[in-house]
Nanobody, 117 residues
């Protein structure tokens, strides 16, 4: 079981930026599919971005062009750079690690992102 710890959330004004980090334990990080999900108030959890071991990335339409997911296998860390933040980006953001796309994988505890003036 991979242990995941997110950090970097906080309060930011609309148009601002934040960078989330997710540190993973274990020696299998480089072979895991890493993803960022979010759950807003009264909403279901949704995929924000995903990065495969080879570096291929997927993004939700709502964040394309604004968010960038990246990974540093040497540091067992995945990042989510969030730019031009909007109030609708307000949510708890969760990190996920899975070996296969069909797996549920491991989840972090989440980090709150609030976009408000």
């Amino acid at each position: 079981q991979v242990q995941l710890v997110e950090s970097g959330g906080g309060l930011v004004q609309p148009g601002g930026s934040l960078r989330l980090s997710c540190a993973a334990s274990g020696s299998t990080f480089s072979t895991n599919i890493m993803g960022w999900y979010r759950q807003g108030p009264g909403k279901q959890r949704e995929l924000v971005a995903r990065i495969y071991p080879g570096g291929v990335t997927n993004y939700a339409d709502s964040v394309k062009g604004r968010f960038t997911i990246s990974r540093d296998n040497a540091k067992n860390t995945v990042y989510l750079q969030m730019n031009t933040l909007k109030p609708e980006d307000t949510a708890v953001y969760y990190c996920n690690a899975r070996r296969r796309i069909i797996d549920s994988g491991s989840w972090g505890q989440g980090t709150q992102v609030t976009v408000s003036s």
